[in-house]
């Protein structure tokens, strides 16, 4: 499925029209340039899921754990990491079978538990995204 949007806040309705089919457990790969809206539509899918704290780019910090009700939601940012094997065990403590994760740069890493869909987001002009959305 693949969907245009003209504003964040479209960017973020699209998060949260996927978050709710998400279950405990699934993994969102989020791909895209920089600045291409990845971390909105993660803003957007966690509002979905009940989490009210302020969603930011985990890029420096490579990884956040919001708490939603009844389910907690782990954003990981893996694009200053080259492989997730220099960073032993950094999938496993974010993306346990009791989360919903969201990795954004996936390319990082390779073999991850139940991906429930993986997004790419394309810059298309202006405050325009592409979207395309595929599950497996």
Do not use: N
């Not at 708490?67 to 782990?74: F, K, L, Q, Y």
């Not at 200053?80 to 890493?109: H, K, M, N």
């Amino acid at each position: 499925m693949t969907v245009l949007t003209t504003a964040a806040e479209q960017t973020e309705l699209e998060g949260s029209r996927l978050a709710r089919r998400l279950r405990a457990g699934d993994v969102v790969l989020v791909a895209g340039d920089l600045g291409a809206g990845k971390t909105t539509f993660v803003r957007g899918a966690c509002a979905a899921l009940g989490v009210t704290d302020i969603v930011s780019s985990p890029t420096y910090a490579i990884g956040q754990v919001y708490a939603g009700p009844g389910i907690e939601v782990a954003h990981l940012d893996l694009y200053r990491i080259d492989s997730a094997a220099q960073e032993p065990g950094l999938l496993e403590d974010y993306l346990t079978p009791e989360r919903i994760g969201f990795v954004e740069w996936p390319g990082a890493a390779e073999g991850f538990a139940r991906v429930a869909a993986t997004v790419h987001i394309s810059h298309a002009g202006g405050d325009r995204r592409e979207i395309e959305i595929t599950a497996p």
